[in-house]
């Protein structure tokens, strides 16, 4: 994944040219651009003693075609503070996911008043280990995942985002294999001449934190784990030798979650899966059915009015209120990253998904009688997250299909802005699906499918039916996802 090496960082006078040469002159700008001396600054300010610090540099950069879109990762020892009882550790910085260069070359100039380029820098706090000298080198490769990912989808990240990463961060047998994303505690909001840039910080977390940020929020997570030294601190340090979860060295923590989830239910308003649905109120080799109509030889993907509804109600789809609005659809490919996402700063779904195929006004919204679900495991296990902390709140819950254009949203009775009614409560438009859930009807599909919360006891497929309702739902095997004739 890394195409870098670690060498020497950029001199103290400013970011060099890569070469790690000690000398500048004015009399060569070019080989300082603004953007990238910017954030250089902030790191000066910090690590004054540190002018030049050990580097992982993208060989051949991402403007001349490389694989890797941050052009350097430059890698701090902090001391930490004692007194707050924070631990020595490595400190990394991105350089790249922002604009560095001002000319185009990877980011579109827009003003210095807003973002630049997506706006903010990756970091990431690794506690040092007894007698380590050097900073290990795997969390530049994590960093460049992380940004591939918002290269590629243009998604970008928030505070409180958390991202399924299902695999230890470094590759060994940790618990650590999930992520959050929080403002880094040192790091200022820089000005730079191309825009303003943040800092986001990775947090590693354990599978059982994971569920819990979804279930609740990730910002209520990332309190507990600063209020548990062992489990991050107040700078949230990630540790990758954590052998428990803050409800472990905690127990009481659970209870503060499980009244949080009560309280305030889940601020998860949709997530990438693998998904699909059917309508079986006619035969699917019917011509007429809406997901697989075509106009020549292309299929029918979602019209650009609608991508502009889902974008515009999404970028409020968390926020508790009186009115819920449905969220926009996330249009991201992930090359087997999957975010869970809260609401992005950057439009999202400006990627060839969203293309209009079929002009808006061909394709008319239909009620439908009966509707099968399909999900896979790990989608599936999200539906009592939906019912109970979506839904039960009077939100809404959707499901983007990673591969296709397939959407599927569970909204509430008090949701604005369906075209799924109590009357009819499945309605399609092309193919996306809504299903409107009574109250009444949630509760009952929470014990029906309570076997959800228990995986480890999971045989697939599995199949759950409400004949009355005309609803089925199935679990299936991700391989059926995988194949494109499910």
């Known amino acids: ?14 970011p060099g040219s890569g070469s790690g040469s000690g000398s500048a002159s004015g009399s060569f700008p070019s080989l ?9 600054g902030e790191c000066r300010r910090l690590y004054p003693d540190q002018p030049n610090p050990l580097q992982v540099t993208a060989i051949l950069k991402y403007w001349l075609g490389g694989p890797d879109p941050l052009d350097y990762v430059s890698m701090y020892r902090n001391l930490g503070n004692p007194a707050l009882n ?15 260069y001002g000319d185009n070359r990877v980011h579109e100039f827009t003003g210095t008043d807003g973002p630049s380029g997506f706006g903010f820098e990756l970091t990431f706090r690794l506690k040092r280990e007894t007698g380590e000298s050097a900073p290990p080198t795997w969390p530049a490769e994590l960093m460049q995942g992380l940004a591939r990912y918002v290269f590629q989808s243009e998604n970008t990240f928030c505070s409180g985002d958390h991202v399924s990463w299902h695999s230890p961060l470094d590759n060994s047998e940790s618990r650590i294999q999930h992520m959050l994303l929080t403002e880094d505690p040192q790091m200022q909001p820089v000005q730079t001449p191309f825009g303003v840039v943040t800092f986001l910080q990775i947090v590693g977390v354990c599978t059982e934190e994971l569920h819990a940020a979804q279930q609740w929020n990730g910002q209520g997570i990332l309190e507990l784990l600063r209020t548990v030294p062992l489990a991050g601190g107040p700078w949230l340090i990630t540790d990758m030798r954590r ?8 127990p009481h923590l659970q209870e503060r979650v499980d009244k949080g989830i009560e309280t305030d239910g889940s601020n998860l308003s949709g997530v990438s899966a693998k998904c699909a649905w059917d309508d079986l109120s006619r035969p699917p080799e019917d011509d007429e059915d809406s997901r697989s109509i075509c106009i020549g ?10 991508t502009e509804q889902i974008r515009e109600t999404l970028r409020r789809g968390l926020e508790i209120n009186s009115k819920p609005v449905l969220p926009p659809i996330n249009a991201q490919r992930q090359n087997g990253l999957n975010l869970d996402r809260a609401p992005s700063r950057k439009d999202s779904l400006e990627s060839e998904s969203s293309a209009a195929i079929i002009p808006h006004e061909l394709i008319r919204t239909r009620q439908l009688e009966s509707v099968h679900l399909k999900f896979n495991q790990e989608s599936g296990a999200l539906i009592p997250l939906c019912l109970r902390g979506r839904l039960l709140h009077g939100r809404h819950f959707t499901y983007k299909s990673i591969t296709g254009d397939t959407a599927i949203t569970f909204v509430s009775t008090g949701v604005e802005g369906a075209f799924a009614t109590e009357e009819h409560p499945y309605a399609a438009h092309g193919p996306w699906l809504q299903i409107l859930l009574t109250e009444e ?9 309570e076997d959800l919360n228990s995986p480890e006891e999971f045989k697939l497929p599995k199949e759950y039916s409400w004949p009355e309702k005309k609803l089925k739902v199935s679990i299936l095997p991700d391989a059926v996802f995988d194949n494109p004739l499910h």
């Open 86 to 100: 924070v631990p020595e550790h490595w400190h990394y910085i991105s350089f790249g996911l922002s604009d560095l």
């Open 297 to 306: 030889t292309q299929p029918r993907r979602l019209s650009g009015k609608d």
């Open 441 to 449: 009807f949630v509760e009952r599909m929470l014990e029906d499918l």
């Open 243 to 250: 052998g428990e979860t803050i409800f472990e060295i905690d």
């Open 1 to 14: 994944m890394e195409g870098g090496r670690p060498g020497g960082g950029p001199p103290a006078s400013g």
């Open 32 to 40: 300082f651009p603004p953007g990238l001396h910017g954030i250089y």
